[in-house]
Structure formats: C-alpha cells, structure tokens
C-alpha cells in the first residue's frame, strides 16, 4: 500500500519564490499547465510552514483548515482550495485531514504565499506518508496545487520547465546549480491587503481576451533562456533588464485585459520612476512586479547603501548561501 502512513505528523517548510521570468497563462487548468517556462530565485527567511495529520474520528466529515493559528471556515476560499488539493491524496473518501500553515508572508499580496504554501504541503505529505519522492515528482505534485509552488522546493535560483505533454509529466521545476552570494532582492511594500484579481482568475482572463497576449510565450520563453544565460555568467546588467522589461511586457498584457488587470498604485509608478532615476545616476538596481502593487528591487550586494538610502522601507533579502 504505497499510501500506507509511517508518520503521524507531517511537516513540511518550503521559501517563498520570486520569478525573474514570470509564469502568466495556462494551457490546462486543471493541471496548472503553463503556455511558457519560467524561472525564479527563492527568498530566505520568508515562507510557508506546514503541518498535517490525518483526522481518526468517524464523526469529522471536512477538513480542519487553519492559517496563522486561526481556523478556516469550511467555505474560506483558500480551505476550500487546500481542500481540494487534498482530494488527490486521499485513501478513502472519508480520509480526512488537519492542515496547519503559518506563513510568513502576507497571504495573497502578491509575495507568492500560495507558492511556499503548496510546497510545504506537498513537503509535509511527503513526510505523513513516507513517500521519499524526489524533487522533481515533489514539484509535480507542488505545480497541481499552484503552479509557481513547483519553483518553491529550492533555495536559489529555479527554472521551471514548460513541458510539452498533455499529462504535465514533462512541466516541473528544477534547481539551476549555481549560487550568487552578492545577489540580493529587496521588498518594497506599497500594499499588502488582499489583491482584487487573483492570479488564477487573472491569468485565465488574459489568455481568454488579450489580443497582445499572443506575443507573450515566445517572449517569456527567450527572456527565461536569457536570464538563465546570465545567471550562469553572473552578468547582472542582462539579468535586470531582461527580468524587468520581462516583467513590464507581463503587465502590458494584464492591462490590455478585458476587464483590465491593474495591480499598480499609484506609489508603485512612483517607485518605478525612482529605479529608473537611480539607474541614470550610475546605481544598477532593476525591479520586478506579479500579482500585486508591491516592487521587488534586484541589485548586488555593493549597491546595497545607494538601496537603503533611497528605499528607507525596504526589507533586502540576501540570497541563500549555500
Ligand atoms: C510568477 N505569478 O511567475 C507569476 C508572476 C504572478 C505573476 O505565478 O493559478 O499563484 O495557482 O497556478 O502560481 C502567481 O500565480 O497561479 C504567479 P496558479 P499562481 O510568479
């Protein structure tokens, strides 16, 4: 019985991952397919911890959902999607289970919360069941939950795979075997309350009604190509600019959306402005957007006063070391 239990607890802990050539667009939803590659680098220190046990009692019909310490109602929009996910893993139809997450990211602000949070669950589903999956069916698995969760079971940078079969076995992320120890990230949170349009519904409505979407998968696939390029030859000046304009051109088509996607606030345009000022002044900070009104700076370790001084706010993430 390859679901048999060893474990009467599984936990599970997976990073947060910002993607520098973003995923926007499925070509089947169900499986969380994307219509290009994308590639990340994952943020120490910000994540997702879970929890998850299997409930014995005859009498428990539901899962027990909680987030941060609190207990979800049975019709809360992320239990009932936790839920769901869960249904791939059930014995019986009246397996069920107790799910404790702690994130510590803001949940659905745009600073990828679903994507730590599926990979930890995944994590800890490994561990309830003793599966010992390798990374790459623990990214499958993590994809079907939310996508951007297959890039969150690595620490560094990540390329996650388009794939081309109708089943998904060929989409999932993998490692990208390099470190960066100067490369650093910045949070610049203009506004972490829950975002209007999530990233499902908004990318579907892209695909669906965006005339310049048609340009997107071929862009995004040559930038991930690019920036994995410069990855490898720590060539920051081609990593920025390719992650933002990679970014803008996401953006482009979110706008161009029927009705429109507009995560930006105005003190995010702002912002923007003051990146660009500094890149005149001889600063090489670059920026990267998602699903959200907030800015994640990119910039070397050296630049890292010139940031501070600018950004008083800012929280700078340093990449993982090792
Ligand atoms: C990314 N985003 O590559 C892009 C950039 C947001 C903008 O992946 O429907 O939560 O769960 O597969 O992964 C956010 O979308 O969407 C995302 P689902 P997901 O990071």
Known sequence: NRLASKNKIGSGSAPVNIALSKYWGKRDATLNLPTNGSLSISLPGLGTKTQIERLESQNQQTDLVSLNGQRLDQDNAFAKRVSQFLNYFRETPQTFFKVDTENSVPTAAGLAS????YAA????LNDLFAWNLDNKSLSLLARLGSGSASRSLFNGFALWHQGQQADGLDSYAEAIDTTWPEFCVGLLEIDVKQK???STQ????TVETCALYQAWPQQANQDMQTILQAIKDHDFATLGKTAEHNALTMHATMI???PPIVYWQPESVEAMHKIWRLREQGVAVYFTMDA???LKLLFLETEKPAILQAFKQIKILEPFKS
Do not use: H, I, R
Not at 114 to 117: C, N, T
Not at 202 to 205: D, I, R, V, Y
């Open 292 to 294: 959200g009104p907030n």
């Open 202 to 205: 908004g990318m579907q409505n």
């Open 114 to 117: 679903s994507a730590s949070g």
């Open 196 to 198: 209007p349009v999530s």
């Open 121 to 124: 669950l995944v994590l800890a």
């Open 256 to 258: 161009a959306t029927w």
